[in-house]
């Protein structure tokens, strides 16, 4: 079968034929996958920018960890999985031995694996992965949706950390998938005005104006903090959404949210922050950090995608199939795109 595999550590990716996925062991379904998006972290491993490292002991391996398809072959024991069975997979795959693991902690393993990252991914025809790493997506919610759920989840945890509240004015910063789910689930969690920010980003603004976002702010025209206010009519605000990766945005950030005011980090940065501890003490500032998505958010998210299954599809700019997955890759690179969804 055709995959994308990443097989040096360095700047790259290959489309090359690799051998279809042996039959699945002891708790193991094969997925017939039919929907891959192409991530952000994706492209930092495309790129090998710092901060990927930890994929090299597993080279070489097919990259892809946002995808849904159908359930091609059942191992021993994965039962009551069935063929046919339409899934998006959880990326995440604990070792159910640590420590962390018999705490019922699963998100805490300490010896977790990745699907995509860390073992095969979903960027190939077909893709082998444990029974417990498959959701069912519920009827009104096709797999190109159910590609989404990992992206979803990601910025539905961050508004659950964020503690957004009914009638809050939130802050996204950054554009991106991420920014846009963040966005979304703000508005759904009850938000009363969200606005997003992002630098010369025109085909991520043009998303979420699709969205229906209309308080978009570009830090690359006036400061965040002159816009932020003119925007507000001076308040500072409720909770802030990070999503950038660009490590200054983290005090940007804090320099527009209200004292007592909750600042999440979602973003995977490349370096460390310079924080005014002063200022951020006596603001009694809340920063807090989140990353990927709990068991009970995947629900969360796939009931949302159930009730409004095209209001989500926006997000989704370019499908390719998976023989142009590198030419999505640049696009991805050079912020021609928002989310390229490739099909194998
Ligand atoms: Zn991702
Ligand atoms: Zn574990």
């Given at each position: 079968m055709r995959a994308l595999?990443?097989?040096?550590?360095?700047?790259?990716?290959?489309?090359?034929?690799?051998p279809d996925p042996s039959p699945p062991g002891?708790?193991?379904?094969?997925?017939?996958?039919?929907?891959?998006?192409?991530c952000g972290s994706d492209v930092h491993a495309y790129e090998w920018t710092d901060g990927y490292g930890f994929m090299?002991?597993?080279?070489?391996?097919?990259?892809?960890?946002?995808?849904?398809?159908?359930?091609?072959?059942?191992?021993?024991?994965?039962?009551?999985?069935?063929?046919?069975?339409?899934v998006a997979v959880m990326p995440f795959v604990a070792c159910g031995?640590?420590?962390?693991?018999?705490?019922?902690?699963?998100?805490?393993c300490e010896r977790r694996a990745t699907?995509?990252?860390?073992?095969?991914?979903?960027?190939?025809?077909?893709?082998?992965?444990?029974?417990?790493?498959?959701?069912?997506?519920?009827?009104?919610?096709d797999t190109e949706l159910g590609?989404?759920?990992?992206?979803?989840?990601?910025?539905?945890?961050?508004?659950?950390?964020?503690?957004?509240?009914?009638?809050?004015?939130?802050?996204?910063l950054g554009p991106g998938t991420i920014g846009q789910g963040i966005a979304l689930m703000a508005?759904?969690?009850?938000?009363?005005?969200?606005?997003?920010?992002?630098?010369?980003?025109?085909?991520?603004?043009?998303?979420?104006?699709?969205?229906?976002?209309?308080?978009?702010?570009?830090?690359?025209e006036a400061p965040l903090r002159e816009q932020v206010l003119a925007a507000t009519g001076g308040r500072a605000v409720d909770v802030v959404l990070e999503a950038t990766g660009h490590p200054p945005s983290v005090v940007e950030g804090l320099s527009v949210l209200r004292k007592g005011g909750v600042l999440v980090v979602a973003g995977i940065h490349p370096g460390p922050v310079a924080?005014?501890?002063?200022?951020?003490?006596?603001?009694?500032?809340q920063l807090r950090a989140t990353h990927g998505a709990a068991r009970s958010t995947w629900d969360r998210v796939l009931a949302l995608l159930a009730r409004d299954p095209e209001g989500f599809r926006v997000l989704i700019t370019h499908r390719l199939p998976l023989e142009r997955g590198l030419e999505g890759f640049e696009l991805a690179r050079q912020r021609a795109a928002s989310k390229v969804m490739l099909a194998p």
């Amino acid at each position: 079968m055709r995959a994308l595999r990443k097989t040096a550590a360095g700047f790259g990716l290959e489309l090359l034929d690799a051998p279809d996925p042996s039959p699945p062991g002891p708790g193991e379904v094969v997925v017939r996958v039919e929907h891959a998006g192409i991530c952000g972290s994706d492209v930092h491993a495309y790129e090998w920018t710092d901060g990927y490292g930890f994929m090299a002991p597993h080279l070489p391996l097919t990259m892809g960890h946002e995808f849904a398809g159908r359930i091609a072959a059942v191992g021993p024991g994965a039962e009551p999985w069935a063929e046919g069975a339409r899934v998006a997979v959880m990326p995440f795959v604990a070792c159910g031995a640590c420590p962390a693991c018999r705490r019922g902690e699963a998100r805490d393993c300490e010896r977790r694996a990745t699907v995509g990252l860390t073992r095969d991914g979903g960027f190939a025809r077909y893709a082998r992965v444990p029974a417990a790493a498959c959701i069912a997506l519920p009827e009104a919610v096709d797999t190109e949706l159910g590609a989404l759920a990992e992206p979803l989840g990601v910025a539905c945890e961050a508004v659950l950390v964020g503690e957004v509240g009914l009638g809050d004015t939130v802050l996204v910063l950054g554009p991106g998938t991420i920014g846009q789910g963040i966005a979304l689930m703000a508005r759904a969690a009850g938000a009363g005005r969200v606005l997003v920010a992002g630098r010369a980003d025109a085909p991520r603004f043009a998303v979420l104006r699709r969205l229906g976002f209309d308080a978009l702010i570009d830090v690359a025209e006036a400061p965040l903090r002159e816009q932020v206010l003119a925007a507000t009519g001076g308040r500072a605000v409720d909770v802030v959404l990070e999503a950038t990766g660009h490590p200054p945005s983290v005090v940007e950030g804090l320099s527009v949210l209200r004292k007592g005011g909750v600042l999440v980090v979602a973003g995977i940065h490349p370096g460390p922050v310079a924080l005014p501890l002063t200022d951020f003490v006596r603001a009694r500032h809340q920063l807090r950090a989140t990353h990927g998505a709990a068991r009970s958010t995947w629900d969360r998210v796939l009931a949302l995608l159930a009730r409004d299954p095209e209001g989500f599809r926006v997000l989704i700019t370019h499908r390719l199939p998976l023989e142009r997955g590198l030419e999505g890759f640049e696009l991805a690179r050079q912020r021609a795109a928002s989310k390229v969804m490739l099909a194998p």
